[in-house]
């Protein structure tokens, strides 16, 4: 499937709207193909590329110098280990 074709956003507004539109999108996606999973190795594939993303995200100190800010949780003590209360 084709992106739409859309005129690219020019200002910090119009491209943070576009960022949340994209985010949602992909979130919601996301979301229904969780539910769509009905094998452990399916569940373990999924889990295992969602870290992959996050950990070259991480790579490059978008969660923090110390991955603090990791969405999987708080890796300042070595592996991130998920935390109840996020404040970021």
Known sequence: MKPKSQAKPKTLAQKKKRLQEVTKNFTDWLT???????TDEDCEWGADFLDVMLDDIGSD???GTEKQNDPRGDGRNGEPQVRQNRTW
Not at 32 to 38: H, L
């Open 32 to 38: 229904e193909r969780i539910e769509e999973i009905d």
């Open 61 to 63: 100190d978008h969660f």
